[in-house]
């Protein structure tokens, strides 16, 4: 869930989010795990979403509307045998006091349940195909609840992908009778993920006012504040990757920044980012501040 990818995007929010001096000194150490530990509250809290959906339905059995893949669907209900003690929560929802975003996809769910409903119930190939569509193409397309999600916490919009690609890609291998086959993540589990983001976060923070310095006179007609806000954090953050991590290609690192950039800021982001970054590298490595060490890595 928190690969390198996710992280750096958390590196590049927080700094945008913040101005370097409002950060205490006292924060750094544990700045970026706090970040992180939203991303998991987030995972957690959808859990508990499934959970509600699956009683939800099943409460509508019981007055006769009849919706068995979702009711007696054992991936719906593998959801409220998972326990995660491992993880203390800073955020929690109580679905219980929000079944408008339940009520809000619930005949789309039936139209779902129609469509099986000339499948075998029992076979579970059918239902986990029936509980994939539920909820990549229902619950996660539902407006409601995206803006719910908005309000509870603005980090989270940046974490939905990466926890719902996790929630699907560990929910097809499961052991349905072993709520353990489901991987429940803590920070311990990314350690060296968060490592490295608050290696990044501080090698910025640390260097911000030299940072700034690399990219005057190497953005053609364009004056540094008049640079887009986050693309100048990306380029930022980028140059401080390519200088003091010397064992991540030069390559890599630029293709993540684009990519960030195309994700996050406007649609020529990544063109700009990807040029301002080419005219940096250049003279960085001629100026020996660009080396790179480790297996196939030219020293």
């Known amino acids: 869930m928190l690969n390198r990818r996710h992280i750096r995007t958390i590196v590049v929010q927080s700094i945008y989010s913040n101005s370097i001096e409002s950060i205490e000194s006292k924060e750094l150490k544990y700045y970026i795990s706090k970040s992180s530990s939203s991303s998991l509250d987030l995972f957690y809290c959808i859990v508990d979403y499934l959970k509600e959906i699956n009683l939800f339905f099943n409460n509508l059995e019981s007055q006769k509307f009849s919706c068995p893949f979702v009711s007696n669907n054992p991936y719906f209900f593998f959801f409220t045998k998972l326990n995660a003690n491992s993880f203390k929560r800073k955020q929690i929802i109580n679905w219980d006091l929000n079944h408008n975003y339940i009520i809000e996809i619930q005949d789309q769910i039936f139209d779902l349940n129609k469509e099986f409903s000339q499948l075998n119930?029992?076979?579970?190939?059918?239902?986990?195909?029936?509980?994939?569509?539920?909820?990549?193409?229902?619950?996660?397309?539902?407006?409601?609840?995206?803006?719910?999600?908005?309000?509870?916490?603005?980090?989270?919009?940046?974490d939905f992908p990466y926890v719902n690609s996790y929630i699907l890609k560990n929910i097809q291998k499961v052991d349905l009778q072993n709520p353990d086959s489901f991987p429940l993540p803590s920070?311990?589990?990314?350690?060296?993920?968060?490592?490295?983001?608050?290696?990044?976060?501080?090698n910025v923070i640390a260097n911000y006012d030299d940072l700034k310095l690399k990219i005057q006179g190497r953005t053609p007609n364009w004056d540094s504040d008049r640079?887009?806000?986050?693309?100048?954090?990306?380029?930022?953050?980028?140059?401080?990757?390519?200088?003091?991590?010397?064992?991540?290609?030069?390559?890599?690192?630029?293709n993540e920044f684009i990519d960030i950039a195309k994700d996050f800021s406007t649609p020529s982001s990544g063109k700009f980012v990807n040029g301002?970054?080419?005219?940096?590298?250049?003279?960085?490595?001629?100026?020996g501040l660009i080396v790179k060490s480790g297996r196939g890595l030219i020293t």
């Open 121 to 158: 119930k029992n076979d579970n190939k059918i239902r986990l195909e029936f509980f994939i569509k539920c909820y990549s193409e229902i619950i996660l397309n539902s407006n409601l609840f995206y803006e719910f999600i908005e309000d509870q916490n603005i980090n989270w919009v940046n």
């Open 276 to 287: 301002v970054l080419d005219n940096i590298v250049k003279d960085l490595i001629e100026q």
């Open 187 to 202: 920070l311990f589990d990314f350690h060296d993920e968060i490592k490295f983001g608050q290696e990044l976060f501080n």
């Open 227 to 254: 640079i887009a806000k986050i693309d100048y954090i990306i380029i930022i953050t980028a140059i401080a990757e390519l200088i003091y991590f010397s064992s991540i290609p030069t390559k890599v690192s630029i």
